[in-house]
């Protein structure tokens, strides 16, 4: 088999991994249901200590945490979320909601972002009373709908791990196509006898 035959098989099993991986995203949004099954989540970052909630499915990942009071001193740093889902630090003493999501698979390609402040906004909903499994389904809504107060990421790390670890099943296909088309060829040219 020539070096040009491979480099198409690999060349293109890349561009099936690549859009194989950009098609989880729709294909999360198709598939949604309540996610019920929660784990807790506390961080402290300096000053300020985060109370909330983690939601999992196959290709979605939501974390809705509100803070629960400021720390009378510096505190190290406890828990850990991945860095798209990281609250940004409260301006002040006011209770303050942040909500992440996380889209895509095996990890997340795109994260959308939302910060609440004021009672009268109602996403992201607040920790305690987002139970119902809900609210993961409305941030993939919103985040593939626009919503103009989401911060989206498009997370290309990320992303190019799921190109190629998409890319490989693409890769085994196609080397698979072509050890059947060389074992026929060889077999028609192959004198009988």
Do not use: C, H, Y
Not at 73 to 99: F, M, Q
Not at 148 to 155: D, E, F, N, Q, Y
């Amino acid at each position: 088999m020539s070096g040009r035959r491979r480099a198409f098989e690999a060349s293109a099993a890349l561009a099936l991994g690549a859009a194989s991986a950009v098609a989880t995203v729709p294909l999360a949004r198709m598939t949604m249901t309540a996610i019920t099954d929660s784990t807790e989540v506390f961080l402290v970052r300096g000053t300020a200590a985060w109370s909330g909630t983690e939601r999992r499915s196959a290709m979605i990942r939501w974390i809705n945490v509100e803070t629960v009071g400021p720390l009378v001193s510096e505190s190290a740093r406890i828990g850990e979320v991945p860095d798209w889902a990281e609250p940004a630090p409260p301006a002040d003493v006011r209770l303050v909601r942040a909500a992440a999501v996380g889209i895509g698979w095996p990890l997340p390609l795109i994260a959308a972002a939302w910060r609440a402040d004021r009672g009268d906004e109602v996403f992201p909903p607040p920790a305690e009373r987002d139970t119902s499994g809900e609210s993961p389904k409305e941030a993939v809504r919103r985040t593939l709908d626009g919503d103009p107060k989401a911060t989206r990421t498009l997370l290309v790390p990320q992303a190019i791990a799921d190109a190629l670890l998409l890319a490989l099943p693409w890769w085994l296909l196609l080397r698979g196509i072509s050890w059947m088309r060389a074992r026929r060829f060889a077999r028609a040219v192959t004198p009988p006898g």
